[in-house]
């Protein structure tokens, strides 16, 4: 993902914002902490930003097929010892069902708006608050 970042990057000569839902905003958020210099900004919803796969539904299926989730947390609290500098907003819902809302509010990142809409991790995708939100945190 990195590679494509820098190409697009490469285009436009300036950073560029990630939006990302569910693991794609684990996956925009990375980008984030790995090249801040390609990044604008991070906006993510319904994506687990604290913790992995044990915050999520699919946690035991991940763990059945020999994954190991201590492993997984730990290689994750390794990673969060270095900041995401990027202006994040992090988008959640208490009705999510397959993230833990908890999971979604990051407490860590020095400039970070977390943000709580009514609907349901897949109703995250189409629901018009989020675009608005998105909307917002674009400019637009």
Not at 24 to 32: I, K, L, S, T
Not at 82 to 93: D, G, K, L, S, W
Request: glycine letters at 10%; proline letters at 6%.
């Amino acid at each position: 993902m990195i590679e494509r970042v820098e190409r697009r990057v490469a285009r436009s000569g300036r950073p560029v914002p990630l939006v990302g839902w569910s693991l794609g905003g684990v996956v925009a958020r990375e980008v984030a902490r790995e090249r801040p210099d390609l990044v604008e900004q991070v906006i993510t919803f319904g994506s687990p930003v604290v913790g992995g796969p044990r915050y999520t539904r699919v946690g035991a299926a991940i763990e059945a097929r020999g994954f190991d989730l201590e492993e997984i947390d730990a290689v994750i609290a390794e990673r969060e010892t270095r900041p995401i500098t990027v202006p994040i907003t992090a988008i959640h819902t208490k009705r999510d069902g397959v993230v833990s809302w908890r999971a979604c509010v990051d407490r860590r990142s020095p400039n970070v708006q977390n943000i709580e809409v009514r609907t349901t991790h897949f109703g995250l995708g189409i629901h018009h608050e989020v675009f608005a939100i998105v909307a917002r945190a674009l400019g637009g």
